[in-house]
């Protein structure tokens, strides 16, 4: 797949628009268990994982992976990577937490966080 770093910038650039206006969810359903885990695991809440989509670079691009849901094809999901610092929930420490980050910025310029969680494998950079 050729993908330009301009297209890149473009699309954080429309999410992130979209994210400071609150024109996005962050899905946290029972199909979203590690993305749940990640608010129950660590002290973050909605403001801290706003300011962690905000502060995503082309750096922290990883894929584009096509929607797999039954009448969603046509979609493509992209995917970022993010280290952030955060403090453990039921501890004293903070940790470098790996997280792994998945969009859907739907046609209305509305934007699905559909994963926000760590990494369960370690992603590779396209731009790094």
């Keep these: ?54 502060g995503l670079t082309v750096i922290d691009f990883s894929d584009i992976l096509q929607n797999e849901h039954k009448g969603f094809e046509h979609e493509r999901l992209y995917v970022f990577g993010k280290d952030v610092t955060l403090l453990e929930r039921n501890g004293t420490e903070e940790k470098t937490v790996s997280l792994y980050i998945k969009f859907n910025k739907l046609e209305n310029c509305f934007v699905i966080v559909i994963s926000f969680h760590e990494q369960k494998y370690p992603l590779t950079y396209y731009f790094k």
């Design 1 to 54: 797949m050729n993908i330009r770093e301009k297209d890149i910038e473009q699309y954080l650039f429309e999410v992130k628009e979209a994210v400071e206006n609150n024109r996005y969810r962050l899905d946290q359903n029972a199909k979203r268990q590690d993305n749940i885990n990640l608010f129950l695991d660590y002290v973050i809440d909605e403001a801290k994982a706003k300011e962690i989509i905000l």
